[in-house]
């Protein structure tokens, strides 16, 4: 046989090994693409850190529960805050934080779901080693949407941050 035919066989060989040799990836390993957009950084002094926007569903009559994929960058939150007509929260990527007044804050991460009942007061927000991303639902906004109150300090922030360290690590 030629060289040259050998080594085409043998190329062919190699490249169909190759092809084959590729595992599936199980939903869990696949890397996602963000769904939606980031949008545009949230100006204003209602955040502490950098956070991004990028409206989903509009405010309007009909269905008064405007929708907004929001993104923040590890260590960015919300002002302390509260909504009259309440707002859910569906996590979509990375690790935060969820806090009530009066109450510890809870560790959520992509997956959860939050409910926040109208005027209880709370923040949400990154965790200082993640990014976080969540979709912000802010339903019956003819009741109002936000009342925005006083920053989360970084010393309510730091403590916080220190006890969950060891939690977010494992
Ligand atoms: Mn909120």
Not at 70 to 84: I, Q
Not at 117 to 130: K, L, R
Request: proline residues 5%; contains cysteine; aromatic residues 10%.
């Amino acid at each position: 046989m030629k060289n040259s035919l050998k080594f085409s066989i043998l190329f062919l060989i190699v490249l169909f090994v190759a092809c084959n040799n590729r595992q599936p990836e199980s939903a869990k390993e696949q890397k996602t693409e963000p769904v939606f957009p980031i949008g545009n950084i949230i100006t204003g002094n209602n955040f502490t850190g950098t956070a991004w926007l990028h409206w989903l569903v509009p405010n309007d009559s009909i269905f008064n529960c405007p929708a907004g994929n929001v993104t923040f960058e590890p260590g960015a939150r919300t002002n302390w805050h509260k909504h009259p007509g309440g707002q859910i929260l569906l996590i979509t990527g990375g690790q935060g934080y969820y806090q009530e007044s009066g109450k510890q804050a809870l560790l959520i991460k992509k997956g959860d779901v939050v409910l926040i009942s109208p005027d209880v007061e709370h923040w949400h927000g990154a965790t200082s080693i993640s990014g976080f991303t969540h979709i912000a639902i802010n339903t019956n906004v003819q009741k109002g949407s936000v009342v925005w109150l006083q920053p989360v300090s970084d010393e309510e922030y730091g403590n916080l941050d220190q006890e969950k360290q060891e939690l977010i690590k494992r």
